[in-house]
């Protein structure tokens, strides 16, 4: 009798599985390339009864197809299940990156199911998901129900001013690696490097804001690559938004796969 379940957080260059795999995968590869990753992340289906898959979006969370043009390209419009070769008798899971981690918040800190909290990850793009008296809020898709990424904000969307790309560009040329090596040289005193996490945090503040006070919301967590860094942006941002918790997510990886686990009891 099949009782074995399996989790997968599905990212861009490695997919993390529950028994602490990591598989690599290129997410600009072609489809025998991501297929071949997907099927080392399942392994042996035999006694295998369900999966749950954390993936990013656009993506059809109820059948299961990549909808994503930005990668995982080479793959669109094809379902996960036939490119990872899982047989029909297995029953496969699907929940989306933002609002995964954000169930297994819930499911760490039961004090967090009363009222309202919200998870932010902090990355190449910027994710939102909120949820209210422990329910996570989400649309027909089963994506979270708000976007924050794409707020009109200054000349452009809240995203330009909250991300890898805007801290990059706000440090300006020459650039000394990535968002850790600028974090890197924040935290050693450089002037530069400070300032575009502070900017950064102040736009975030000033824009994510109005949304967080009409939501009535008084927990924020970060999560993402970036959260790491989130202490550098906190200055400027804990001022602008009095009354709100920012909290960073400890194990954001851990997070993802309880949200997963917990997905499957509801």
């Known amino acids: 009798m099949a009782t074995k379940t399996i989790l997968l957080d599905v990212g861009g260059t490695f997919i993390k599985c529950s028994d602490g795999r990591k598989v690599p995968v290129d997410s600009d590869g072609g489809v025998e390339s991501i297929s071949s990753a997907f099927k080392e992340s399942v392994g042996n289906t035999g006694g295998l009864?369900?999966?749950?898959?954390?993936?990013?979006?656009?993506?059809?969370?109820?059948?299961?197809?990549?909808?994503?043009?930005?990668?995982?390209?080479?793959?669109?419009?094809?379902?996960?299940?036939?490119?990872?070769?899982?047989?029909?008798?297995?029953?496969?899971?699907?929940?989306?990156?933002?609002?995964?981690?954000?169930?297994?918040?819930?499911?760490?800190?039961?004090?967090l199911r009363k009222g309202t909290?919200?998870?932010?990850?902090?990355?190449?793009?910027?994710?939102?998901?909120?949820?209210?008296?422990?329910?996570?809020?989400?649309?027909?898709?089963?994506?979270?129900?708000?976007?924050?990424?794409?707020?009109?904000?200054?000349?452009?969307?809240?995203?330009?001013?909250?991300?890898?790309?805007?801290?990059?560009?706000?440090y300006g040329e020459p650039l000394p690696g990535d968002v850790k090596e600028l974090s890197d040289l924040a935290r050693e005193g450089d002037e530069k490097a400070r300032k575009a996490f502070l900017d950064a945090g102040k736009a975030f503040a000033e824009g994510a804001g109005p949304l967080l006070e009409e939501l009535g919301i008084k927990t924020v967590y970060f999560g993402g690559q970036i959260a790491k860094s989130f202490d550098l942006m906190r200055p400027a941002a804990e001022p602008l938004l009095p009354g709100i918790e920012l909290l960073v997510v400890d194990d954001y990886g851990n997070a993802t796969l309880k949200g997963l686990q917990a997905s499957f009891e509801k």
């Open 49 to 111: 009864k369900s999966i749950g898959v954390c993936i990013p979006g656009p993506f059809d969370y109820r059948r299961g197809i990549f909808l994503m043009k930005h990668k995982y390209a080479a793959v669109y419009g094809l379902s996960f299940r036939e490119l990872a070769g899982i047989p029909e008798s297995v029953s496969l899971h699907f929940v989306h990156d933002v609002n995964a981690p954000l169930m297994g918040l819930l499911a760490i800190h039961p004090a």
């Open 117 to 170: 909290v919200a998870l932010v990850t902090l990355g190449t793009g910027l994710g939102f998901s909120y949820a209210v008296d422990g329910e996570v809020k989400m649309n027909e898709n089963l994506g979270p129900a708000l976007s924050l990424y794409n707020r009109p904000f200054r000349d452009g969307i809240l995203e330009d001013y909250v991300s890898r790309r805007a801290l990059l560009r706000s």
